[in-house]
């Protein structure tokens, strides 16, 4: 958590032109700790409305997305950089992910008998609470809601810390589940400087967290996480090498390389090994 990091600014900054669009303040300690304890007061009810009402309400969201969808995609290409094409398919990605769990979440957590000799068992999912998730500015949509859409439908409360660089898209997000009709501080987007973030994932209220970034951030937060006692799962990002060696099918890799090097896209492959006399054939 370094001292450049913690001083970014919440901005939309158009990356074709450079333009800042719009500036957002990040929230004050106290703001920080209000919603923490607005969150933990929300999953008290929120634990005890039946599961079918709040799936219900997590496939609308789904609906929303796709009756919204231009307008979402415009927004990621804006904020993000992506092709319109590539805007539209996350768009679609984030939907059928919140629709899916909406249609499908209450069955998964049905209680499960589990065969024990001599007794019996099952296998129960519960809520924790409040769960802090932090998410990077590549898929703005995608990243958030496969956090999100599995946790409301258990029953926990969400707050969301998105990347700096995509302030817009997270309050469009964070409008959508309000319309949708997820009750205040249900899920609430929280725009909060970096060292913000070990004092919320302290907070006894917060009862666990989930990454997606760099394996530094992912390092920070496993450590903050398991200091604290509190559950966490990290995505941590890398770049694994294309490695292309001589055969019949050197043709269909070449295609693939052109396929897989744009940078906007953190999973695709970055570094290329050939053979000397091959490298001219993807390139």
Not at 48 to 60: G, W
Not at 172 to 190: C, E, K, M, S, W
Not at 211 to 221: D, H, P, R
């Amino acid at each position: 958590m370094t001292t450049q990091s913690a001083s970014r600014p919440y901005m939309s900054v158009n990356p074709y032109t450079n333009e800042t669009l719009r500036t957002f303040e990040p929230l004050s300690s106290t703001e920080a700790d209000s919603a923490v304890q607005a969150a933990h007061n929300a999953f008290a009810s929120w634990r005890r409305r039946p599961i079918e009402e709040r799936a219900k309400i997590v496939h609308r969201a789904g609906e929303l997305v796709l009756e919204r969808g231009d307008d979402l995609a415009r927004l990621l290409t804006l904020e993000v950089g992506k092709l319109m094409r590539d805007s539209q398919w996350e768009v679609r990605i984030a939907a059928s992910i919140l629709k899916y769990y909406g249609e499908h979440g209450p069955r998964f957590a049905r209680e499960r008998s589990l065969a024990v000799e001599g007794g019996s068992a099952v296998i129960a999912s519960e809520p924790l609470g409040v769960l802090l998730g932090v998410e990077p500015w590549n898929f703005p949509f995608y990243q958030a809601v496969r956090f999100a859409a599995p946790n409301l439908v258990l029953g926990n409360t969400i707050l969301l810390k998105h990347a700096e660089t995509c302030p817009q898209s997270a309050l469009a997000l964070d409008q959508l589940f309000q319309d949708a009709g997820a009750p205040a501080a249900v899920y609430t987007n929280i725009f909060v400087p970096i060292p913000e973030i070990e004092r919320i994932i302290e907070n006894p209220f917060v009862r666990g967290t989930s990454l997606t970034g760099s394996e530094v951030a992912g390092a920070s937060i496993g450590e903050l996480a398991g200091r604290n006692l509190k559950k966490s799962v990290l995505e941590l990002g890398g770049s694994d090498a294309f490695i292309v060696l001589d055969g019949e099918y050197l043709d269909h890799h070449a295609r693939r390389r052109g396929r897989g090097t744009d940078g906007e896209y953190r999973a695709k492959l970055r570094g290329f090994q050939a053979l000397h006399p091959l490298a001219g054939a993807i390139r």
